[in-house]
């Protein structure tokens, strides 16, 4: 049997985030794994807790908890209830464990941290699909994730139809 592995997937509840979740599940995902959901927040917001986990990020917060809306409202959240189902389903039919850790600050440096931290064997992102233009001005997280985590990472690129679909 092979070991358990830690896949982070970087989760802010875009169409295109759900759909790397989805390819996660159906592509990745195996009996036995840990699924680590990693939110970053905008730094620009103060929960109060912020300061408590400002470098390391929240404590890994199991699924059951993290369901509970008084635990996401805390750590400045507001879940999606398909994302949260089809952690659950997958959580049931695929025996993995699913938590979630929370970073405060730049997407880009913090997913690398999270990739480090939190030893991953693997990071799936969602691609916004930014223009050259936009990419040039914004910078492209994906892009600075792919060229800088410390675990292979996929991303995934949503087809125009699919980025109106809910899941």
């Known amino acids: 049997m092979a070991k358990a592995r830690s896949i982070g997937i970087g989760m802010d ?3 295109t985030s759900k759909i790397a979740l989805k390819w996660a599940i159906d592509n990745l995902i195996e009996e036995g794994d840990k699924i680590i959901i990693i939110h970053v927040v905008s730094s620009k917001l103060e929960p109060t807790n912020k300061q408590l986990f ?4 929240s404590p890994l917060i199991p699924l059951d908890e ?5 635990v996401s409202k805390y ?17 049931k ?35 916004r699909g930014l223009g050259v233009l936009k990419r040039m001005l914004l910078g492209s ?20 139809q699919s980025k109106n679909k809910s899941y």
């Open 93 to 127: 039919l695929k025996k993995v464990i699913v938590v979630a850790k929370v970073y405060w600050g730049d997407a880009r440096e913090k997913l690398c941290d999270a990739a480090e931290h939190l030893k991953l064997d693997s990071l799936v992102l969602g691609s």
């Open 141 to 160: 997280v994906s892009n600075h994730v792919v060229q800088n985590a410390t675990c292979p990472v996929t991303v995934v690129k949503a087809s125009p």
């Open 13 to 15: 509840y875009s169409a």
């Open 75 to 91: 750590y400045g959240l507001n879940p999606d209830r398909e994302v949260l189902d089809m952690l659950d389903t997958v959580s």
């Open 54 to 57: 400002e470098d390391t990020g």
């Open 66 to 70: 993290f369901r509970e809306i008084n």
